[in-house]
C-alpha cells in the first residue's frame, strides 16, 4: 500500500483499533459481524464482471499476459436492468462535471469466449474503460478501505465522508481540485440515489507511479429503484446518512471537519445544483434508464430537501 508509510502516524489510532496483528505483534483472531450490510447492494453472484480486450467492436476475456482494458458488467439474474441503469446514472454524473472513464452498452452477442453463465433475458452489458491501464501497463490504484486499513466487510460503516475528504485534501497530488471534485461526486450521488458509495467505491490513483490522485468515477447506480423504501446514502456526512433530511448545512460541517474550506467547496456545489437542475430532466427522458427506474429517480428528486429539489415536468 503506496500510502501507507506517509499515513502510518496519522491513521495509528485506526490502525490499534482494527488491526488484525494486536499489541504483542500476535495474529489475533477479528470477529465478523453477522449483521454486516456487505451484502446490501453487491452485486456478487448475481452480476458477473469481466475484464476484457476489446478488438474492433468485439470484447475478448482476457487471458494470461493479456491486460483487459474494459470492465463488461453482465446483466443481472436478481436485478432488471442494471447495465442501463449505470450506464445513464454515470451519464447524469459525467453532464454535472463528475470525471467518469468512457462508459458504453455493449450487447452481448459481441462478448466473446464468456464462461458458461445464467444471463436474464437482456441484451446489453455495461462496459466502463479501466482508468488503471495506460499502454498496456498496470497504474497502481488504491480503494479506501486499503487506504484506511478496514476489512473489505467493514465498508459500510467504520469511516465516514470527512475521513475520506480529509485524505484526499491532505494527500492528493492536487488536494484542492480532488477535494472540490469529490464533494461534486457526493452530492451527484445523493441526486442520484446511490446508496452504495461505500468506502470501496472510492479510490486513488497513481498516475505517475508516485502521486496519489483520486480515480476517475465508477458504480454509480440509482440503487434505490432496487430497495424498497431505502432513504440512506453508505456512509456520513455531516453526521446524517439521510438523503432526505441532508442540506448544505451538513455539507459546509463535512468540509470543515475534513480540514477543507468551505468558501472552496460551496461554488463547485453550487454549479453541480444548478447543472443537474437545468440538464437532467431532459437527459433523462433521453437516456437508456428503465421507465420505471426513470420515474423511481424523478420521485427521488423530488422528495429532497428546498436546497437540492430537482423539479421536473414530468
Ligand atoms: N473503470 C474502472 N477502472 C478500474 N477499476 C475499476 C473500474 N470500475 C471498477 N473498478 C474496480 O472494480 C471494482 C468492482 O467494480 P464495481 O464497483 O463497478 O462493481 P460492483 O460489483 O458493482 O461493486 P460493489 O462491490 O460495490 O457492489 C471496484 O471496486 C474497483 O476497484
Ligand atoms: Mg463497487
Known amino acids: 500500500m503506496m500510502l501507507m508509510p506517509k499515513l502510518f502516524p496519522f491513521y495509528l489510532c485506526f490502525l490499534r483499533a482494527h488491526s488484525i496483528i494486536n499489541e504483542n505483534g500476535k495474529v489475533k483472531a477479528v470477529k465478523f459481524d453477522k ?31 493479456v491486460l483487459g482494458d ?11 436492468f442494471v447495465p442501463l441503469n449505470e450506464y445513464t446514472a454515470m451519464s447524469l454524473a459525467g453532464l454535472v462535471g463528475v470525471d467518469i472513464p468512457e462508459i458504453k452498452l455493449v450487447e452481448l452477442d459481441k462478448l466473446d469466449n464468456l464462461p458458461q453463465i445464467n444471463l436474464p433475458d437482456e441484451k446489453q452489458a455495461f462496459a466502463i474503460k479501466r482508468f488503471e491501464r495506460a499502454d498496456d ?11 484506511l486499513v478496514k476489512h473489505p466487510h467493514e465498508k459500510y460503516r467504520s469511516a465516514n465522508y470527512e475521513n475520506i475528504g480529509k485524505v484526499i485534501y491532505d494527500f492528493s ?12 461526486r457526493l452530492l451527484v450521488n445523493i ?14 490513483l497513481y498516475p505517475d507511479q508516485i502521486t496519489p490522485r483520486l480515480s476517475p468515477a465508477y458504480n ?3 440503487t434505490s429503484v432496487y430497495i424498497e423504501n431505502e432513504t440512506q446514502y453508505a456512509l456520513n456526512l455531516g453526521k446524517t446518512k439521510e438523503w432526505y433530511s441532508v442540506t448544505m448545512a451538513h455539507f459546509q ?12 467547496i460551496k461554488p463547485h456545489l453550487d454549479d453541480t445544483l444548478n447543472k443537474a437542475r ?5 437527459a433523462l427522458n433521453k437516456l437508456p434508464m428503465n421507465d420505471d427506474h426513470k420515474e423511481g429517480l424523478r420521485n427521488h428528486w423530488n422528495k429532497l430537501q428546498n436546497d437540492f429539489k430537482i423539479e421536473t415536468l414530468n
Open 70 to 80: 474494459w470492465i463488461i458488467k453482465a446483466p443481472s439474474t436478481k436485478h432488471k
Open 220 to 222: 454509480i447506480v440509482t
Open 173 to 184: 497530488g492536487d488536494g484542492l481540485a480532488d477535494a472540490q471534485q469529490f464533494a461534486r
Open 35 to 65: 449483521f454486516t450490510q456487505e451484502n446490501k447492494f453487491s452485486l456478487a453472484g448475481v452480476q458477473m464482471k469481466f475484464s476484457m480486450k476489446e478488438k474492433d467492436g468485439r470484447y475478448n476475456l482476457s487471458k494470461g499476459n
Open 278 to 282: 437545468g440538464l437532467w430532466p431532459d
Open 137 to 147: 501497463q498496470r497504474i497502481h490504484m488504491e480503494d479506501f478501505a486499503q487506504i
Open 191 to 204: 441526486f442520484l440515489a446511490n446508496g452504495d458509495t461505500h468506502l470501496k467505491n472510492w479510490s486513488l
Open 253 to 264: 460541517s463535512w468540509a470543515e471537519k475534513s480540514g477543507i474550506p468551505w468558501r472552496a
